[in-house]
């Protein structure tokens, strides 16, 4: 079993930058990817940002595409979510996940285990 825990999150005006950390304990050798999504109220839950946990692929969405940066430090365990120049439409809980399975990291149903998530809303 994989444990994922976020923090980062918080109350930031449009325009601001965060920098979300998730992570990541527990049967590590098990984790292909893990990624980052968010779900906003009366919103589906949307992929965001995926790593691969043992190469190098980088996967994005979008709207975040060009202001976000993930990246994974397998030493600390950890994967990391940039976000510059956020507007109020980023305002979401931000959640974190794992694939252990090759699947296809940008889809939701590739994932296993989730954190609780955390919030992050964007004033303008």
Not at 52 to 70: E, F, M, P, Q, T
Request: aromatic residues 10%; contains cysteine; negative net charge.
């Amino acid at each position: 079993q994989v444990q994922l825990v976020e923090s980062g999150g918080g109350l930031v005006q449009s325009g601001d930058s965060l920098r979300l950390s998730c992570a990541v304990s527990g049967d590590i050798d098990s984790i292909f990817a893990v990624g980052w999504f968010r779900q906003a109220p009366g919103k589906i839950r949307e992929f965001v940002a995926a790593h691969h946990w043992l190469g190098n692929s980088l996967y994005y969405a979008d709207s975040v595409k060009g202001r976000a940066v993930i990246s994974r430090d397998r030493v600390k365990k950890t994967v990391d979510l940039q976000m510059d120049r956020l507007t109020p439409e980023d305002t979401a809980v931000y959640y974190c996940a794992d694939v252990t399975t090759h699947s296809d990291p940008r889809l939701i149903y590739s994932y296993d285990h989730w954190g609780q998530g955390t919030q992050v809303t964007v004033s303008s």
